[in-house]
């Protein structure tokens, strides 16, 4: 019953962008953070952005600056916007929630998962 839904992904040249969308439905959205992670072949799961229920967000080094992470409780949706994208920004895009995280980039900590969007920045 548990569903997070991602869509926005596909093939895009360096310095281009891209909004990934993530919609949720199976729990109650507005209780719950909401995370980004990505992963790259032969690579481990990195955290990418966060979002709890305030207005406060979180980025990962290589990523702050260049992705905005928002949600529309409205629409029980979240978003990814991804800008000036690089060849190293290349991975599987992953949509995660959790309840009451103690440490926001760890995967471990998330309850419910997207099935994952590909990402690709050519060159």
């Known amino acids: 019953q548990v569903q997070l839904v991602e869509s926005g992904g596909g093939l895009v040249p360096s310095g281009g962008s891209l909004r990934l969308s993530c919609a949720v439905s199976g729990f109650v959205f507005s209780s719950y953070d909401m995370a980004w992670f990505r992963q790259a072949p032969g690579k481990e799961r990195e955290f990418v952005a966060y979002?709890?229920?305030?207005?406060?967000?979180y980025y990962a080094d290589s990523v702050k600056g260049r992705f905005t992470i928002s949600r529309d409780n409205a629409k029980n949706t979240v978003y990814l916007r991804m800008n000036s994208l690089k060849a190293e920004d290349t991975a599987v895009y992953y949509c995660?929630?959790?309840?009451?995280?103690?440490?926001?980039?760890?995967?471990?900590?998330?309850?419910?998962w997207g099935q994952g969007t590909q990402v690709t920045v050519s060159s």
């Open positions: 979002i709890p229920r305030s207005i406060l967000t």
């Open positions: 995660a929630a959790a309840r009451g995280p103690t440490v926001i980039r760890n995967p471990h900590e998330y309850d419910y």
